[in-house]
């Protein structure tokens, strides 16, 4: 599992990851579960891989 995720890519996932995690402790009631969906692209984010790109032949990483 090679990164296909650059740092800018990374940085916006992992912030957008967080906002919506946050969702589970603003909202009441069962609607507060959909904060879970945060950690899709919180966990893209920190492991710099993410396998919708991988499967569209996609990758943001910088050639060294």
């Known amino acids: 599992m090679c990164n296909n995720i650059g ?3 990374r ?3 992992i912030i957008l990851g967080i ?3 946050s969702l589970l402790l603003i909202l009441d009631g ?3 579960y959909l904060g879970l969906i945060g950690l899709i692209p919180l ?3 920190i492991f710099k891989y993410c ?3 991988s499967l ?3 990758n943001k990483c910088q050639k060294k």
């Open 7 to 9: 740092t800018v890519d």
């Open 11 to 13: 940085v916006i996932r």
């Open 19 to 21: 906002a919506i995690l």
């Open 30 to 32: 069962n609607l507060k």
């Open 43 to 45: 966990l893209t984010g």
């Open 51 to 53: 396998p919708l790109y």
């Open 56 to 58: 569209f032949k996609v």
